[in-house]
């Protein structure tokens, strides 16, 4: 057993608007208690030293919060190198950057240099878990385990189902988006920390012979993930509606296909109206909020108010390349600003939820991550006050916890990640 000593916060249910201090905890000198990858307690130092064996090691970390590790619930890794890519919505932005880009990783060396190096990202901005695009190309799926494997990280990938509506080159078929999704999840999903997720790009690049064939893999391996956009782009919207006129809306397509159900992991979801988000709830289904990239490509302005009084579960993601940036602090902030847009609140311990309980939850995580209870998994980050000196001197201003960590929230970068723990160790 090993300990931590340094603020610890984390949050045990959704802290809502208010910011419900009955859903989180926090402990000024705290005490963070790990065991073989796993936490045994985390609470107030003084009373927990009192109780521990004198010869457990002790890391001191005074001054600094600990909180769990954040979780990104939707990203591209083979976007690393288009991230901040000028001027185009959804459709032309594909075309223009995304595409190309992910024609490179034919070479299977390409792929596993990108994945590296996206893995020691995610890692430097605090990120231990995350839910991943790959490219169409199979080994693309295993470039990133492999990545990810190397560090112990829980992380769940997919290869892309892709075979209409976009380059000859990135495309497969039904038959083979099929054959090799099977492949990769008996090679994957569940090895050690591992998940697969069935990766149809969104219904646009998909036929319905293909939407047909993931369902049936869906329906096949229950316990796999569902990785998917939904209703991201106004065009996109009216395409979708142009092509599948016997669907309802957009997410009824996915549901006729059988990719609506707990695991599936929709990211966007701007323009829902709803009955889409009551059927979402029901069917268990999850939203991935990605501000930075609706922001930036001028999507929308994802609803979460609606989203959460209606049941659904909610993280954030990052969509790199779509998305600005890889850190979840970051993308935390813009999410403020676009709640702010539609005159909600989004107070700092509900985005630390959405970043780490809730997105757990959408992630059907919560009984391995998103806290410190016993027995949870010891994914958790170090945040640095003085990583800069303006968050120095800002968060020294600061009155009470809350103002605080909204204040690192809203200008943290990696530079506020003094460590980044997977399974209990520093791998960063
Ligand atoms: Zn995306």
């Known amino acids: 057993m090993h300990a931590l000593r340094a603020s610890i916060m984390h949050c045990l249910a959704d802290p809502g608007e208010g910011s419900d201090p009955a859903t989180w905890e926090y402990f000024d000198d705290g005490l963070l208690l790990v065991d073989g990858g796993h936490i045994v307690n985390a609470g107030d130092a003084t009373t927990l030293m009192r109780d521990l064996p004198a010869d457990t090691p002790v890391r001191d970390f005074t001054g600094k919060l600990i909180v769990p590790g954040f979780i990104d619930c939707h990203v591209h890794f083979p976007q690393l190198d288009i991230i901040g890519s000028y001027g185009a919505q959804l459709l032309d932005w594909l075309n223009q950057y995304a595409f190309p880009e992910e024609a490179k990783f034919a070479d299977a060396a390409h792929a596993r240099e990108v994945a590296q190096a996206f893995v020691d990202e995610l890692l430097a901005n605090g990120t231990t878990t995350a839910l991943v695009f790959g490219t169409v190309h ?29 380059p000859k080159d990135l495309r497969d078929d039904p038959e083979s988006a099929y054959a090799e999704s099977k492949a990769l999840i008996e090679r994957w999903h569940g090895k050690g920390r591992l998940g697969y997720a069935i990766t149809p790009r969104f219904a646009l690049t998909s036929s319905p012979e293909q939407l047909g064939a993931a369902g049936r893999l869906a329906a096949e391996y229950p316990d796999v993930w569902v990785h998917t956009h939904l209703a991201e782009n106004m065009d996109e919207v009216e395409e979708i509606a142009r092509l599948f006129p016997d669907s309802r809306s957009y997410l009824d397509v996915y549901e006729q296909f059988g990719l609506l159900r707990e695991r599936a992991v929709f990211a966007h979801c701007l323009h829902m109206d709803d009955a889409d988000r009551a059927s979402m709830a029901s069917h268990g289904g999850a939203a991935a909020f990605c501000p930075t990239s609706n922001l930036f490509l001028g999507s929308g302005l994802f609803d979460l108010a609606s989203m959460r009084a209606a049941g659904v579960r909610c993280g954030l993601g990052t969509d790199v390349g779509g998305g600005t940036s890889l850190s979840i602090p970051r993308t935390a902030s813009e999410a403020y600003k676009v709640l702010h847009l539609q005159e909600h609140a989004l107070p700092a311990t509900r985005a630390l939820y959405l970043a780490t309980l809730g997105a757990a939850e959408a992630l059907y995580l919560d009984d391995k991550l998103g806290n410190f209870a016993p027995g949870k998994e ?30 690192l929230i809203t200008l943290a970068d990696d530079r506020n990640i003094a460590a980044t723990y997977v399974n209990g160790e520093a791998v960063r």
């Open 378 to 407: 010891a994914d958790f980050v170090v945040l640095d006050y003085a990583g800069s000196n303006l968050t120095r001197r800002r968060t020294a201003a600061a009155r009470t916890i809350e103002e605080k960590l909204f204040a």
């Open 138 to 166: 199979a080994h693309s799926a295993d470039a990133i385990f492999e990545a990810a494997e190397q560090k112990g990280m829980r992380l769940i990938a997919g290869k892309v189902l892709m075979d209409t509506n976009c």
